[in-house]
């Protein structure tokens, strides 16, 4: 090879080492401004998220991977307090979005339009409300009126239960800002006082502390939080089959009878990060699985209508 020929194979050489460099820099450069442009689009900001002890696991899940998986750029705090606590907060406009375990009362609703705040429920999940036991209890059937009887003092005993060996019944209750307490008092005691010596609990992890720890002890949480204790299957009435709050399916179906919706009320229409964290926790896989991990389930087809009606009367896109 002559001397010409070995200089212009050098060159060339030179060339496309430089060329791929280029290149390789180029796609780099690309890949970054991408990154910055897709990460630029997601909304920005800081939302503010209070309200419920039943709902504070979930909701922290529920926010970390919001932030981890589909929005860097967002900050969400997530704090408890009661169902009533967030609800206040939301009227006087001084929270983002308030979590409640309960829907609204009518004299929340009226407070709120004389505030001039405009109340929107969104509902994100289902909680099978259990009625908790301790894990050596042998009761593993209760009707709604012999739990309405226990919580209202009126059965004191295990052994009126079919527990001979059994005591006298401990039991633990929310306390009254609590909407799992609400829930509880409205649609399983009717409204009646709670019975003399039940002890109030500040939270779903106090109770299942409690009712871990005593074996005659009876308390109601939401299920997510029943892990290392057990929950009695329940029954409308002693002509009614019994079901457990542990299977989905009873949920959905209406057939376990202390099940109910878990909610997020917001004040107005909500846009701007506020819409994209509500539009992903309503409809992405994503927080499906958070629901599913944290004990939670999935809402059905008839409250995924009801979103979507409140939706369609806020002008925004299902």
Known sequence: MNVKKVFLFLVMAIFMVVAAACGSNEEASNNETNQEASTTELPAGFLDIRGSDTMVNLGQALAEVYMDNANENANLAVTGGGSGT??????????DIAQSSRAMKQEELDDAEANGATAHEFI???DGLAVAIHNDNPVTQLTMDEIKDVFTGKITSWADL????GGDITVYSRQSNSGTYVYFNENVMDG???GAGTMFMPGSSAIR?????EVNAIGYIGIGYIDGINAVDVALDENSDYYTPFEESNVNEGLYPIARPLF???NGT???LHLDYLNWVLKSEDA???LRDTGFYQIGSTYQEQNKTVYTELGLDW
């Open 270 to 272: 909500p846009e701007g």
């Open 209 to 213: 502390e409690a009712v871990s720890q």
């Open 264 to 266: 997020f009320y917001v």
């Open 124 to 126: 994100i999940g289902q």
């Open 288 to 290: 499906r699985q958070v």
């Open 86 to 95: 967030g609800i206040a907060a939301m009227i006087n406009n001084n929270v």
């Open 162 to 165: 079919g527990w001979a060996e």
């Open 192 to 194: 009646e006082d709670f």
